[in-house]
């Protein structure tokens, strides 16, 4: 019994710790709509932070708490300093770009953290005073979790205090409920969104200090805690604190008792709940329907047009110069334009969901690494050739796609894209955890191309025909009645509707073509590296593909493949260097700033006209 | 704005110029070693072992470098990621002209720089990781791994710990390939000296991301008499103050893999569990000549104190240079041929790369950990030579699967 | 002639407030109904009720003949029913021609074509409507850019891509100024005589509803109070009482 109530208890205090993280994201989304990736490093801040105060703090046993607050304050300034110097360039720009930023500063954050707070794990202080254990009927618990439990609660009751007792909180909830409201009533909407970013922040460096005394401080926690904190936005419903609440409670109470039943689970519980959630309840559990949409403007999708003679003329020379690459370029060169055929073709299949299909996915790399895994275990277990395999592993993908893709189109904006995330982490976890198949995370070793395709040479001439063939099929399909039809689909829900058009069995094609094309890419990877593990597809595979199309830009064709190409030759220039990732992560925020249209769309900018078809003015 | 504008096209010019650029490669009088590690994440291990190999190739090269020619290394990032170490690997061998690769620290990594090695026929030494599988199961010609493996880890520990009378044993592991083969080797063992244990909880958080307190609390719900614990970094660190402060461990005994090296026992400081069993790395106790020299040159070097990754480091370059003495050929199968059998004194004892399976039989040091000033130590520890924990020839062959 | 449209004793409730209440209408071929009343009289949710935008409590809507209670819009544009929007609803990131070239491709069920081009299909009938509705000079716009009462032209357009019988146009001309709003609706007349199509739309402008409505309806709170000819509802003083009273306070507005 005893143990029961303290397994409950436990539960309840890790669900503290998880609503602490996630109540400020919520809030930050529900007004702003940002969705903040950096979130977990404003958190592992407020770790570091804190740490080392009550370490100088000379206030005795005050000192662990004014540390807390005062380390919580801090990172609620940084917020500030980031909402006002960084995101308000941003919120003209597509929402997509915002993305784009955030990510950047993670690898800012991360670098600068290494440098100012050093490398060593740092375990964290206990709580003064609250430093033991009590007897539950025979069973220790912490007294740090039971003042965990506590803390979770007031906090949970100031925001509501805060939001419905408050002026403030007011126009929080109805910029949260309705936007266009909002701006109509006159209120003074750039001061609203930097005090909720400073609140969000605040929150999250409060959680990272408020959690030392039950772990402590390191590089890892950005990334660790990023995860489990949208998880809980989502499932709790985007914007939504008691929901916040609720779906922290629901997770780490089904995790504490889940690694009673199947110790092995601890994997993908999360993420398991949260496709459950998400299939009954679209919009989480208090979400507000629309809450979490992405909204495209005429700014993002201008007309598509096709090719005009000149630019057929500049594509023509470019393919001539891939073609003839080996005959002046270094084998290590062969190899890189080998991987940036290959990740072009798997981010123009994501852009192909994205931009035409106007569903974004956090999840593309479970149709790469779908493509990868169904070709090596291909060979690995049938001794398929390598030509059936890459046959084979593409159509595999577009089954799973098809799968996967009839629960999340019933979803739209950010919980269609965290359907996909949960998704892709369930296959990954099935993955990483199945050895005697999968191989788990020692990854299946030795697939090679076939005899006649090892020669580097042929290998290279080969991913160019199937690279360059998806990409431009893919390019195809945006002109086409399907393509078109996708782009109405985005554009107007409520008008496809009313002209006759399956709006869900369109988006549900897409699934299928975007994992069919990525999957050929993932599966031409495999035999271009000889080895796969779960890494591709993992999380932060995911997000590559996700800057890469970004990067590029979202409006126009060749955003893609010039985003693929930009990233890794980015990623292999500075990766030389300590500290890159500083530098990338600069480079990535430079570039929002810089031109939110992403490269693409900046050359169609300023070299656009010199390409065009001069038929009417360009929007 | 024009500016910014202009700044960007400049900026993408830059960014397509190496495009163009012809392969080249200089014939300069070195020696170059292609040597890969996570440098950008898990910097605690990373940056000593770091400092490791930094130490032993300026030892060579003031010695006046190998065969006339001095050794220069090229050292990447892999960012953690197979995929990445490939094509780091690629570009090094391609494009740096390197003799051969060195290094990695996860298992995963590891095992895609294995098999990079076999295809492209590239002379590999592993450094830090730990899988069996990279010298047994997936071993090849052309790779060889320096540090103790987890099963001879697990095996070392295994034998002291059936002197325990424990009988009811729970493990804790990551969930992941280490953590489960550590699990596997030392139940295996443990179970071979001592039939009379049983195994009655096993708990498999994720990695760095334990859920400290309920899975303590279902290892402790099991009533063990002993723990067998795996884990690492962070979770160790939780999983030490949860258990603590939940009193798993009163009247409990833990034998603990890798816990005593100093990257994992001296961020615990003064909460370092005591009489724990663990493999580890004692160097402020160690007092032969060889490792004096190596403790008072790393100390004058970097202004710190070793930790085990900087032997791993300071062992792999050393391994290199030995290796090119004794081959006299930078030609691989040359090099590889030297490889096997190598034998030499590193500073905590002597070391040979076997020739069955490319194993090298550096050791690990085994104690029970203590507290001494605040800090977590290793007492009661002794040095167990890698070459009695490694299976028979007849087990290897069949491991290798030749 | 022919009912197209039959609506028997419909209702809906929103949280106990019954916004349609037991309505009854019809509606012939080649006429043109209006539907009237003020703010919160029920049109929008009578209209949405017809589109299959909303479900009905009880009651029965019969379009040529079947019964559509529950289907969704998109089966019931297949019946051959167009639609224009009160806030326009075209495709932004596609020229008016392309608007117009969707609809045909859905009505020839080619959507799920991946091998043409878009380009070359439908041209001529696009084209043909665009110009019947005099947006052809303008095909090459992109919509996102068009000024709002060319948007109300497109959807016209594009409402009539499927031959429809039945149109069905809510508020067509709000937004718009007067000269436009007149020529909108003399197109729409002359379409209605020319292909015998029955128009039910709903209109706030009582000037545009008199002028050009074969027939109008007249809802309050939710309930049918009037229908007949323009002449017959401008005579009737329960819609007087309704419609005077707010123009007697707009005009004090205006005074004041």
Redesign the interface.
């Known amino acids: 019994m005893g ?1 029961l109530i ?2 409950f208890l ?2 309840l ?2 669900a503290s710790g998880l609503f602490l993280v996630a109540c400020g994201l919520s809030l930050i989304f529900g007004v702003s709509r940002i969705v903040n990736f950096a979130h977990g490093s404003f958190y592992m801040v407020g770790a570091y932070l804190a740490y080392y105060l009550i370490g100088y703090l000379p206030l005795g046993g005050l000192s662990f708490w004014a540390s807390i607050l005062i380390s919580g304050l801090i990172v609620g300034l940084i917020g500030i300093l980031v909402e006002v110097l960084l995101l308000k360039r941003l919120y003209r720009s597509p929402e997509l770009f915002l993305l784009m930023g955030t990510f950047g500063l993670i690898l800012v954050i991360q670098d600068l953290s ?1 440098w100012l707070f050093g ?5 964290g202080p ?1 709580c003064p005073g609250l430093d ?2 009590i007897d539950i009927l025979g ?4 007294q ?2 039971l003042a965990l439990i506590i803390i979770a609660l007031l906090i949970l009751l100031a925001i509501w205090l805060l939001l419905n007792r408050t002026r403030w909180g007011i126009l929080v909830r109805a910029a949260t409920e309705d936007r266009e409201m909002l701006a109509a009533l006159g209120v003074n909407q750039s001061l609203l969104f930097t005090s909720v970013f400073f609140l969000g922040s605040f929150l999250a460096g409060l959680g990272g200090a408020l959690q030392l005394p ?3 401080a ?3 926690m950005d990334l ?1 805690v990023i995860a ?1 904190a949208f998880v809980v936005v989502v499932v709790g419903g985007m914007g939504s604190i008691l929901g916040a609440y609720l779906a922290a409670l629901l997770i780490g109470e089904l ?3 889940g ?2 039943v199947l ?2 689970s ?2 993908v519980m999360m993420f398991l709940i949260m496709a459950v959630v998400l299939i009954i309840r679209p919009y989480g559990l208090f979400g507000k329907g629309k809450s979490g949409e992405y909204e ?3 700014k993002t ?4 047009q ?1 090719a005009s003679e000149r630019l057929k003329l500049a594509g023509l020379g470019l393919l001539l110069l891939v073609l003839l690459m080996p005959l ?6 062969l ?2 334009m080998i ?1 940036i055929a290959i990740l072009a073709l798997s981010s123009m299949s994501l852009y192909f969901m994205m931009g035409p299909g106007g569903m974004i996915s956090f999840g593309h790399a479970v149709f790469f690494g779908g493509g990868a895994y169904a070709a090596a275990l291909l060979v690995h277990h049938l001794n398929t050739p390598m030509e059936l395999a890459l046959f084979f592993a593409p159509l595999l993908v577009g089954l799973l796609a098809l799968i996967i893709g009839w629960f999340c189109v019933r979803l739209s904006g950010v919980y269609l894209a965290m359907l996909t995330l949960a998704f892709a982490q369930i296959c990954w976890s099935i993955v ?2 199945w ?1 005697a198949f999968t191989g ?4 299946l ?2 697939i ?1 191309p076939s005899d006649w395709a090892s020669n580097r040479i042929v290998f290279y001439y080969l991913t160019m025909t199937l690279c360059i063939g998806g990409i431009l099929i893919l390019r ?2 945006v ?7 996708l ?2 689909c ?3 829900a ?9 709006l869900k069995r ?1 988006q549900w ?1 897409t699934f299928a073509l975007t994992g069919f094309f990525a999957g050929l890419a993932g599966s031409i ?1 495999v035999f271009s ?3 796969v ?1 779960p ?2 597809m993992a999380i ?1 595979r995911s997000f590559d593909f996700l800057l890469m199309v970004l990067l590029g830009g979202i409006e126009a064709l060749s955003g893609p493949v010039i985003g693929s ?2 990233f890794i ?2 990623h ?2 500075i ?2 260097i ?1 500290f ?2 500083l530098i990338l992560g600069s480079i990535f925020i430079f ?1 929002v700033v ?2 939110p249209r992403g ?1 693409a769309g ?2 169609d900018n ?1 070299f656009g006209r010199i390409f065009s078809n001069h ?3 360009r ?1 | 704005m024009r500016f ?2 202009r ?3 400049f900026f ?1 010019l830059i ?2 110029l ?2 163009f650029y ?3 490669s200089d014939a300069a009088d070195t020696i170059k070693i292609g040597e890969i590690n996570t ?6 291990f990373t ?1 000593p072992y770091r400092n490791g190999w930094q130490l032993a190739l300026e030892e060579i090269n003031t010695a006046g470098g190998v065969n006339g020619k001095k050794l220069e290394v090229i050292s ?2 892999d ?1 953690g ?3 990445q170490a ?3 690997a ?2 090094l061998v ?2 740096d002209k390197v003799i051969l690769l060195m290094g990695s620290f996860f ?2 990594v590891g ?2 720089l ?3 090695a ?2 492209n026929k590239v002379l590999y030494i592993a450094a830090e990781p730990l ?1 069996d ?1 990279l010298v047994w199961a ?1 071993g090849n010609r052309y790779t060889f791994r320096l540090r103790p493996s987890t099963y001879m880890q697990a095996a070392m520990l295994a034998e002291k710990a059936a002197e325990n009378p424990a009988r009811r044993w729970a493990t804790i592991a990551p ?3 280490y953590g ?1 083969d550590a699990v596997k080797s030392f139940k295996k063992i443990l179970k071979a000296k001592r039939p009379d244990v049983e195994f009655v909880a ?5 990695l ?2 334990i ?5 303590i ?2 290892l ?2 099991s009533k063990p008499e002993a723990i067998y614990n795996v884990t690492f ?2 979770d160790l ?2 999983f030490v ?2 258990g603590n ?3 798993i461990f009163k009247d409990v005994f833990v034998v603990s893999l890798l816990t005593g090296e100093p990257e994992y026992l ?4 003064k ?1 370092a569990p005591e009489g724990w069993l663990v493999t580890g790395y004692p160097w402020y106790d160690i007092k032969t000549p060889a490792h004096d020299k190596f403790l008072a040159a790393y100390q004058n070097k970097f202004d710190a104190t070793p930790r085990n990754g900087s032997v791993v480091g300071y062992n792999v370059m050393m391994t290199v240079a030995h290796m090119l003495k004794k081959s006299g050929s930078t030609d691989t199968e040359k090099m590889v041929d030297a490889m096997e059998g190598l034998a030499f004194e590193s500073p905590i004892g002597p070391v040979t790369y076997r020739k069955i399976d490319h194993q090298s039989t550096m050791g690990a040091y085994v104690g029970y950990t203590a507290q001494k000033e605040g800090k977590g130590i290793m007492v009661e520890w002794q040095y167990m030579d890698g070459k009695d924990y490694l299976p028979g020839d007849e087990e290897v062959r069949k491991l290798r699967g030749k | 002639m022919t009912t197209i449209l039959s609506i028997h004793r419909l209702s809906k409730s929103f949280e106990g407030i019954r916004a349609v209440n037991n309505i009854s209408f019809d509606l012939n071929e080649g006429e043109l109904l209006a539907m009237i009343g003020p703010n919160g009289a029920g049109k929008s949710t009578c209209f949405n009720l017809i ?1 299959g935008q909303l479900v009905p409590d009880s009651g029965s809507i019969v379009i040529f003949g079947k019964k559509i209670n529950g289907l ?4 019931i ?2 019946l051959g029913v167009g ?1 224009t ?1 009160q806030i326009t ?7 008016v021609l ?1 608007n117009v ?3 045909l ?3 020839h069920g ?10 070359n ?1 439908f041209m001529d009938e696009s084209i043909e409507l665009l110009e019947r509705v005099g947006m052809a000079d303008q095909q ?3 919509c ?2 068009l000024a709002y009462g060319d948007l109300k032209r497109v959807e016209l357009a ?1 409402a009539l ?2 031959n429809p019988k039945l149109l069905l146009m809510d508020e067509p001309t709000a937004g718009m100024g007067p000269k436009e709003r007149s020529r909108l609706m003399e197109l729409t007349a002359e379409i209605v005589q020319t292909h015998r199509i029955g128009v039910l739309f709903t209109e706030h402008d009582m000037e545009v509803v008199f002028k050009h409505a074969d027939r109008i309806i007249v809802l309050n709170q939710g309930k049918l109070v009037a229908q007949g000819c323009p002449e017959d509802v401008r005579r009737d003083t329960g819609v007087q009482e309704i419609y005077l009273g707010r123009e007697e306070a707009a005009r004090l507005e205006k005074i004041i």
């Not at chain 2, 859920?211 to 899975?215: F, I, Q, R």
């Not at chain 2, 001296?266 to 400081?269: F, I, S």
């Open positions: 143990f303290v397994q436990t539960g205090s890790d290494r490398s060593e794990d740092l375990l206990r033991g254990s069973t220790l618990l912490p740090y979790d039950k772990g402590g390191d590089l890892l660790n489990g995790s504490a008792f690694v009673l110790p092995q601890t994997l495209y403007d005429e999708s201008a007309p598509i096709p002046f370029a270094g084998d290590f060169q190899v890189l991987e990483f955890q050895s788990g995370d020692d990854g070793l030795s090679w195809h399909l002109f086409t009645p399907f393509g078109y039809t782009r109405a985005r554009d107007s409520l008008r496809v509707d009313s002209i006759g058009i399956n369109h094609f990877y590296k000889g080895s593990f890494d591709e932060p190409a930009a030759w980015l292999d220039l990766s030389r300590h890159w990732q570039l810089a031109f490269i900046f050359l300023r038929i009417g003015p929007a | 910014v504008r700044l960007v096209v993408t960014l397509f190496p495009f012809p392969a080249f440098y950008s994440k898990l910097t605690n940056f990447r990032d960012d990621k197979p995929g490939v094509k780091i690629e570009e391609r494009k298992s995963h095992l895609a294995t098999d990079f076999k295809r899988s599988a997936k969930n992941y390939a489960k096993e708990q498999w958080p994720a760095f991301k859920n400290a307190g309920s899975e609390q279902s402790a719900n970094g962070g660190a939780k103050r949860e402060l939940r009193g001296d961020p615990l400081k909460e | 589109n969704k819009p998109r089966h544009w297949r639609r929007f609803s075209t495709f932004i990131s596609m020229t392309e070239q969707m609809a491709l859905s009505h080619r959507t799920l074509n991946v091998v043409r081009k878009v380009q299909l090459d716009r992109a996102g850019t594009v891509a499927n």
